[in-house]
Nanobody, 124 residues
């Protein structure tokens, strides 16, 4: 089973960019669909983006499409989320997640492994 550790969160101003990273260990990283979700207190965990095991395909939540980009480096067992033009609505704890291909990539319940999360705060 793969283990995940996120990094790269922090405090930024609206309009700034931030790059989150997720390092995987203990499994065959290149066989997992990887995703980013986010959560704010009192709300359900929300899908942000996913990328297929080979990196050939990805998709995004409508709210981040055109601003965020997910990528992966299977040689380094890492997945990244580049976030541009950040808004206050993007503030949340961001989680990296992994699952085997075959089930919905948009539904958090399908993901079997989660990181501990990294906080993103966006000031006005």
């Amino acid at each position: 089973q793969v283990q995940l550790v996120e990094s790269g969160g922090g405090l930024v101003q609206a309009g700034d960019s931030l790059r989150l990273s997720c390092a995987a260990s203990g499994g065959t990283f290149s066989t997992y669909t990887m995703a980013w979700f986010r959560q704010v207190p009192g709300k359900e965990r929300e899908f942000v983006a996913f990328i297929t095991p080979s990196g050939a395909a990805s998709d995004y939540a409508q709210s981040v499409k055109g601003r965020f980009r997910i990528s992966r480096d299977n040689a380094r067992n890492t997945v990244h989320l580049k976030m541009n033009s950040l808004k206050q609505d993007d503030a949340a704890v961001y989680y990296c997640a992994a699952k085997r291909p075959g089930a919905s990539a948009y539904n958090s319940i399908e993901y079997t492994t989660w990181g501990q999360g990294t906080q993103v705060t966006v000031s006005s």
